[in-house]
């Protein structure tokens, strides 16, 4: 097992384009949480999913964004047209849901600067 | 809504000495978890200590420790023996209990340096 894996771990794109974002989680892990990261903050929920169920998104998540776990396995994220304000970095976390521990494993994360 | 401040930007200590970083929240629930994350400069977020609110023992993990006052919604992280490795931006977060999810709520942080 090599933890939560996050890909690409930067992305430099131009206002206005698309961006996905890719997270691999832990195998038998089947809750997965997005955040996203700006510089000298703390980590914001975006959404989380179990299994394939996209269960709660955050207000932050705005209609350009779009989360999916198609298979219960891996998930992406992606932007579309990108703004300046996106500029953050994008961590993923995972865990398996009722082991009582409430412990969430996250990804080294992927950074996005707009231009 | 449950939240989380960290009101130390930045703390430094020397190498081999004890430095403890600050945390308060606030939430109406009684039972919770709260958390310290370290986040080095490779920005893996790493679990560092967990404490159960309806444990009244404070949690320890090696040089690792909490000081947790349930009454005054205080949570805080003593690292004691410092070392070079515990340089990194230090998280405090919440999580409910009963609510079906993991979801955390973060402070803004704390960098620590440890000066050799």
């Known amino acids: 097992d090599t933890g939560v894996s996050q890909d690409p771990r930067h992305k430099i794109t131009k206002r206005g384009q698309n961006v996905t974002f890719r997270c691999d989680p832990i195998s038998e892990h089947n809750r997965l949480y997005w955040y996203r990261q700006t510089l000298g903050q703390g980590p914001e929920f975006l959404t989380y999913f179990q299994n394939e169920a996209q269960l709660e998104k955050s207000r932050l998540l705005s209609d350009r964004f779009s989360a999916e776990r198609p298979k219960g396995s891996f998930s992406t994220l992606e932007i579309q047209r990108t703004e300046q304000g996106d500029s953050a970095m994008y961590l993923c976390?995972?865990?398996?849901?009722?082991?009582?521990?409430?412990?969430?494993?996250f990804g080294a994360g992927s950074r996005l600067t707009v231009l | 809504a449950q939240t989380v401040t960290q009101s130390q930007p930045e703390m430094s200590v020397q190498e081999a000495e004890t430095v403890t970083l600050s945390c308060t929240y606030d939430?109406?629930?009684?039972?919770?978890?709260l958390f310290w994350y370290k986040q080095p400069p490779s920005r893996q977020m790493i679990l560092v200590i967990r404490?159960?609110?309806?444990?009244?023992q404070n949690a320890t993990e090696n040089r690792f420790s909490v000081n947790f006052q349930k009454a005054a919604k205080s949570f805080s992280l003593k690292i004691s023996d410092s070392q070079l490795g515990d340089a990194a931006m230090y998280f405090c977060a919440y999580s409910r209990t009963n609510f079906g999810n993991e979801k955390l709520t973060f402070g803004t942080g704390t960098r620590l340096t440890i000066i050799p």
């Open positions: 976390a995972s865990t398996l849901s009722n082991s009582g521990a409430n412990v969430l494993t």
């Open positions: 939430t109406s629930e009684s039972d919770y978890y």
């Open positions: 404490q159960e609110a309806y444990k009244q």
